[in-house]
C-alpha cells in the first residue's frame, strides 16, 4: 500500500490512480445513502423470500404468508365474473330470443358471451367467423339446412344433427344411392347432369337430361323437392343456389350420390348452460345470414 | 521489477474512500429581489397544484364539471374546454415536445430557469426549508443544535418540524389524488374512510415521496438522481444568461480594510471580501465562485445574499449576478458587450414551438366530435350468397364525443347494385341503415355490403364508408376493400 495520493491540479479532487490515454478518472465518491438504499432493496427482497411462495420442496413449495397462488386469484377472479354477470345472465335467459336481439344491451352481452363460446366450440368445425368449409357449413350466408330463424338456429345448437342419443336431433339421410343399390350408376350419372343443368352449371356433352329429370323426380324430389329447391323440414339443401357444401364439381357430386353425405352436428344442449346457447344462436344469426 | 510492482499498485489501488456521507447543508435566511421572486413562484406553483382540482367547468350534463381531470376508469382526460380520448394522445407528445422545447428555450435566455424556481423539488424543498427556519431557526441555531445532545427543546423542534413536514407530504399526495376522480366527493369519502384503497395507497406513496425528497434528499436529488443538470450542461452556451460570480471584479480577494490600502497605491483589488454569505444562503451547498457547476440551481439566492453584503461595505452591487461568460471575457479585455436576447438559438426555438403549438392549435380546433373506423373480417374475406352475390363483412367501430345521443346514417361509396346493411339496426330512412350511438361513447357495429356477381369484377376494390349525422351533419368517413373472388 503505498502512500500515493494523487491531486487533481483543476479540481483539487484525489485521484482513483487510474489513467487511460492520458485522462485521470477523479475519485468523486458515492453518496453513502447511494449503498445504502441498495442495502435495503436486498432487506426487502427477503420479505418477498418470506411472504410469497418461494423455496422449492421435495413435494411443493412454501406457501409464504401470504398464502398467495395465482391460481387462487383466477378461481376468485372468476367467482367475481360469475356474481358480476348474474344480472346479466337473468337477465339473457328470461328474454326470449327475439327481444334479446331488439335490445341493444342485453344484445351487446349475448354476441360478445357468443363469440367467445363460438371460438370455444363452433370454430373448430365451422371456422372462425363461422365460414365453414368442405361438409361443414357456412354460417354466414344466405343458405341454410335447417333453417336460419332463431328459432331454427337454437333447435340445431340444442339438439345437434344426426346426433346419436337425442331424439330430437336433426335427422336426414342423404343415403349412397348407387352404395345401396338403390340406383345404377348410369341413373345417377343421369341425375347428376339433370341437377347441374337446375344449378346452371356446366352439362355434360349429349347428356340425357330427360331419363336424369325422371331419376331425380324418382328418387331425389321426395326431400330436395321438385323444382329442386330443397327443403328445410328435412334438411335437404337446396340443389339450384350456388351454394355447395360438398362441392358443385363432378367428382364431389358423383361422390355425394354415389356414397351419400351423412354431416354431424353434436347436440349442445347437454354440454353448454342454455344462456350460452342463446348468446351463441344471437351470435351465430348476426354473423350476415340470420333470417 | 519494483517498478513495475510499483506501477501496477499504483493503478490498482484507490486512494481515499469510495463512499461519502453527504454533506449537510444549512442554507442561511436572505432577502432581496431573487428571494422575493422565488416567494411568489412558491405561492403560485403550490397554489396550482393544491386548489386546481377544486376548480369547476360547467361541460354541460352527462360530463364531470372538474376543469382537470384524469378519468382513468372512463379512459378521458379533461383540461378545462378540451376533452381527450385515449386515442388522441398525440396532444400529450405534442406538449410534452413543446415543453422540451421551453426548456431548452429558457436554457439559451436565462440559464437553469426551471431548476432554481419552478422544478417542483426546487419549490417543495424551499417550502420544507422554510418550515425549518421557523421552528429550528437559521443556519447558527440549525448548526448548534444539530451538534448539541438530546434534550427536551431539542426534541419539541425535532418533532414540530417532522409533523408540519409529514402534514405538508400529506397534503401533497392529498391534491395528487384529486385529480382522479371528482374531488369535492373524493374529499368527502376520505374523511369518511369511504375511498377506494388506491386513493390511500397513491396518498400514502406521495406522502412518503414528498416527506423524503424534500425534506431528507434535498439537493441530492439534483445531484444524483436528476438527469437534467447533464443535459441542461450541454444546452447553455457563451451567450447564455447564467447565475455568474464576476470574477474579473471580484478577484484578487482581500478584506475591505486591506481593499482600502490596495486601492490607495493604484493596485487592483477586488470586490469579493471572502465573507462566505454565497455559500451559506446556497440551497446545494456549491460555491459559485468556481463557475458554473452541476450543483448550482441558478436560484440566485446568492445574488441577494452578495447585494446585501456589497451595500453593507458601500461597493456597487451585483458582484454575482445573471450574465454572460461573453460579458465577463470582454470586460476582462476591455471590449464592449451587449447582452442579445434575440439570436438565431433563441429564434430557432421560438419558431420550432410557434409550429409545433400552432399545429396542435390547429388540430385541436378542427377537431371532428365524430370517428369512424373499420376493420374489415378477417376470416372470411368473403362469402358468395345463393344467389350469386358476393358479400364482404366489417366491424364498424362509431364514436361520439358529445355529451349526447346522436343518430348516424351508414352510406357507402360503392359500384351500383351495392347494398349496406347493419346487422341489428333498427331504423333504416331512404334505405340507408341508421344507429344510434350514446352520448360520450363508442359503438360498435356489424356492417355487411353486399354486392351483385356481375359487379365485383376484380379481387379487391376501395369502397368508402361514411356515417353522417343527421342532425349535425358531420360526416366521417373510411376507406377499406371489397374483397371477391377474382375471375
Same mark, same amino acid.
Given at each position: 500500500m503505498s502512500a500515493h495520493l494523487e491531486k487533481d491540479a483543476v479540481t483539487g479532487t484525489a485521484t482513483t490512480g487510474h489513467e487511460?490515454?492520458?485522462?485521470?478518472?477523479?475519485?468523486?465518491p458515492l453518496p453513502k445513502w447511494w449503498l445504502q438504499v441498495f442495502y435495503a432493496t436486498i432487506i426487502w427482497s427477503f420479505g418477498y423470500f418470506i411472504v410469497y411462495p418461494s423455496w422449492p420442496l421435495i413435494n411443493g413449495h412454501l406457501p409464504?404468508?401470504?398464502?398467495?397462488?395465482?391460481?387462487?386469484?383466477?378461481?376468485?377472479?372468476?367467482?367475481?365474473?360469475?356474481?358480476?354477470?348474474?344480472?346479466?345472465?337473468?337477465?339473457?335467459?328470461?328474454?326470449?330470443?327475439?327481444?334479446?336481439?331488439?335490445?341493444?344491451?342485453?344484445?351487446?352481452?349475448?354476441?360478445?358471451?357468443?363469440?367467445?363460446?363460438?371460438?370455444?366450440?363452433?370454430?373448430?368445425?365451422?371456422?372462425?367467423?363461422?365460414?365453414?368449409?368442405?361438409?361443414?357449413?357456412?354460417?354466414?350466408?344466405?343458405?341454410?339446412?335447417w333453417g336460419g330463424k332463431l328459432d331454427d338456429i337454437h333447435t340445431t345448437l340444442v339438439n345437434g344433427a344426426r346426433w346419436t342419443g337425442n331424439d330430437e336431433t336433426?335427422?336426414?339421410?342423404?343415403?349412397?344411392?348407387?352404395?345401396?343399390?338403390?340406383?345404377?350408376?348410369?341413373?345417377?350419372?343421369?341425375?347428376?347432369?339433370?341437377?347441374?343443368?337446375?344449378?346452371?352449371?356446366?352439362?355434360?356433352?349429349?347428356?340425357?337430361?330427360?331419363?336424369?329429370?325422371?331419376?331425380?323426380?324418382?328418387?331425389?324430389?321426395?326431400?330436395?323437392?321438385?323444382?329442386?329447391?330443397?327443403?328445410?323440414?328435412?334438411?335437404?339443401?337446396?340443389?339450384?343456389?350456388?351454394?355447395?357444401?360438398?362441392?358443385s364439381d363432378r367428382k364431389s357430386m358423383?361422390?355425394?350420390?354415389?356414397?351419400?353425405?351423412?354431416?354431424?352436428?353434436?347436440?349442445?344442449?347437454?354440454?353448454?348452460?342454455?344462456?350460452?346457447?342463446?348468446s351463441l344462436t344471437v351470435y351465430v344469426h348476426s354473423l350476415g345470414g340470420g333470417k | 521489477m519494483n517498478d513495475a510492482n510499483n506501477a501496477l499498485d499504483q493503478e490498482t489501488h484507490i486512494e481515499g474512500p469510495l463512499y461519502a456521507a453527504a454533506k449537510r447543508i444549512y442554507p442561511q435566511r436572505v432577502h432581496g429581489l431573487f428571494r422575493n421572486i422565488k416567494w411568489y413562484t412558491l405561492l403560485a406553483c403550490l397554489g396550482v397544484y393544491y386548489f386546481l382540482p377544486f376548480l369547476r367547468w360547467n361541460r354541460g350534463p352527462n360530463l364531470p364539471d372538474q376543469a382537470v381531470l384524469l378519468d382513468l376508469a372512463n379512459r378521458r382526460f379533461y383540461f378545462f374546454f378540451i376533452e381527450i380520448w385515449p386515442q388522441e394522445v398525440y396532444y400529450f407528445t405534442g406538449l410534452l415536445i413543446i415543453a422540451a422545447l421551453v426548456l431548452f428555450l429558457m436554457n439559451s435566455v436565462g440559464g437553469r430557469i426551471w431548476c432554481g424556481y419552478l422544478c417542483p423539488q426546487t419549490v417543495w424543498t424551499d417550502l420544507f426549508m422554510a418550515v425549518e427556519r421557523h421552528i429550528e431557526g437559521d443556519r447558527r441555531d440549525r448548526i448548534k443544535l444539530d451538534a448539541e445532545p438530546?434534550?427536551? =427543546?431539542?426534541?419539541?423542534?425535532?418533532?414540530?418540524?417532522?409533523?408540519?413536514?409529514l402534514g405538508i407530504a400529506w397534503w401533497t399526495g392529498g391534491a395528487w389524488v384529486l385529480y382522479f376522480a371528482d374531488a369535492p366527493t373524493l374529499v368527502r369519502d376520505l374523511i369518511f374512510f369511504d375511498a377506494p384503497m388506491t386513493a390511500y395507497l397513491w396518498i400514502g406513496i406521495l406522502t412518503f415521496t414528498t416527506y423524503a425528497l424534500a425534506g431528507h434528499m434535498r439537493e441530492q436529488?439534483?445531484?444524483?438522481?436528476?438527469?437534467?443538470?447533464?443535459? =441542461?450542461?450541454?444546452?447553455?452556451?457563451?451567450?447564455?444568461?447564467?447565475?455568474?460570480?464576476?470574477?474579473?471584479?471580484?478577484?484578487?480577494?482581500?478584506?475591505?480594510?486591506?481593499?482600502?490600502?490596495?486601492?490607495?497605491?493604484?493596485?487592483?483589488?477586488?470586490?469579493?471580501?471572502?465573507?462566505?454569505?454565497?455559500?451559506?444562503?446556497?440551497?446545494?451547498?456549491?460555491?459559485?465562485?468556481?463557475?458554473?457547476?452541476?450543483?448550482?440551481?441558478?436560484?440566485?439566492?446568492?445574488?441577494?445574499?452578495?447585494?446585501?453584503?456589497?451595500?453593507?461595505?458601500?461597493?456597487?452591487?451585483?458582484?454575482?449576478?445573471?450574465?454572460?461568460?461573453?460579458?465577463v471575457n470582454a470586460r476582462i479585455k476591455g471590449l464592449p458587450y451587449e447582452y442579445k436576447l434575440i439570436?438565431?438559438?433563441?429564434?430557432?426555438?421560438?419558431?420550432?414551438?410557434?409550429?409545433?403549438?400552432?399545429?396542435?392549435?390547429? =388540430?385541436?380546433?378542427?377537431?371532428?366530435?365524430?370517428?369512424?373506423s373499420v376493420l374489415h373480417d378477417r376470416q372470411p374475406l368473403f362469402v358468395t350468397l345463393s344467389d350469386g352475390s358476393i358479400r364482404n363483412a366489417y366491424t364498424v367501430r362509431l364514436l361520439n364525443k358529445r355529451p349526447d345521443n346522436r343518430q348516424f346514417a351508414l352510406t357507402i361509396d360503392a359500384p351500383p347494385g351495392a347494398v349496406a346493411q347493419v346487422v341489428g339496426a333498427v331504423e333504416t330512412a331512404d334505405w340507408r341503415p341508421i344507429v344510434e350511438v350514446g352520448p360520450d361513447r363508442t359503438l360498435e357495429i356489424r356492417l355487411l355490403i353486399t354486392m351483385p356477381k356481375d359487379?365485383?369484377?376484380?379481387?379487391?376494390?376501395?369502397?368508402?364508408?361514411?356515417?353522417?349525422?343527421?342532425?349535425?351533419?358531420?360526416v366521417v368517413s373510411a376507406v377499406d376493400h371489397f374483397i371477391g373472388p377474382g375471375s
Open positions: 487511460w490515454d492520458g485522462i485521470k478518472e477523479l475519485n468523486t409464504g404468508l401470504f398464502g398467495y397462488s395465482s391460481r387462487a386469484e383466477v378461481v376468485k377472479d372468476l367467482a367475481d365474473l360469475k356474481v358480476r354477470r348474474g344480472a346479466q345472465a337473468t337477465a339473457l335467459e328470461k328474454a326470449s330470443l327475439e327481444d334479446i336481439l331488439k335490445s341493444p344491451d342485453m344484445s351487446r352481452i349475448a354476441l360478445a358471451q357468443g363469440k367467445a363460446a363460438f371460438g370455444d366450440n363452433c370454430a373448430p368445425c365451422h371456422g372462425l367467423g363461422g365460414v365453414g368449409g368442405k361438409g361443414y357449413p357456412n354460417l354466414i350466408d344466405d343458405d341454410w339446412l336433426r335427422l336426414s339421410d342423404m343415403v349412397g344411392f348407387v352404395k345401396q343399390g338403390l340406383l345404377k350408376s348410369d341413373e345417377a350419372d343421369a341425375s347428376i347432369e339433370y341437377v347441374r343443368s337446375l344449378a346452371k352449371l356446366d352439362v355434360a356433352q349429349g347428356a340425357d337430361l330427360a331419363k336424369g329429370k325422371k331419376v331425380f323426380a324418382d328418387n331425389c324430389a321426395s326431400c330436395h323437392g321438385d323444382d329442386g329447391k330443397g327443403k328445410q323440414e328435412v334438411g335437404a339443401p337446396n340443389l339450384t343456389d350456388a351454394i355447395w357444401l360438398f362441392g358423383t361422390e355425394t350420390v354415389y356414397n351419400g353425405r351423412m354431416g354431424v352436428m353434436p347436440a349442445w344442449g347437454n354440454r353448454l348452460d342454455p344462456v350460452t346457447i342463446k | 438530546w434534550h427536551t =427543546q431539542k426534541i419539541i423542534k425535532k418533532v414540530a418540524k417532522h409533523t408540519v413536514w436529488v439534483c445531484l444524483y438522481m436528476c438527469p437534467w443538470p447533464r443535459i =441542461q450542461a450541454a444546452l447553455t452556451d457563451e451567450k447564455a444568461l447564467n447565475v455568474t460570480y464576476r470574477y474579473d471584479r471580484g478577484e484578487p480577494r482581500m478584506s475591505v480594510k486591506e481593499a482600502v490600502k490596495v486601492r490607495a497605491t493604484g493596485a487592483p483589488a477586488g470586490d469579493c471580501v471572502d465573507c462566505m454569505q454565497c455559500v451559506n444562503v446556497c440551497p446545494t451547498g456549491v460555491d459559485i465562485r468556481h463557475g458554473s457547476q452541476l450543483g448550482c440551481i441558478q436560484c440566485g439566492l446568492c445574488i441577494d445574499a452578495c447585494d446585501t453584503v456589497m451595500t453593507k461595505i458601500g461597493r456597487p452591487t451585483r458582484l454575482i449576478a445573471y450574465d454572460t461568460d461573453d460579458a439570436r438565431a438559438r433563441t429564434l430557432m426555438y421560438v419558431a420550432i414551438i410557434a409550429i409545433v403549438g400552432g399545429a396542435m392549435i390547429y =388540430q385541436l380546433a378542427t377537431r371532428m366530435t365524430a370517428g369512424i359487379a365485383v369484377k376484380e379481387k379487391s376494390q376501395l369502397i368508402t364508408i361514411k356515417a353522417s349525422d343527421l342532425f349535425a351533419g358531420e
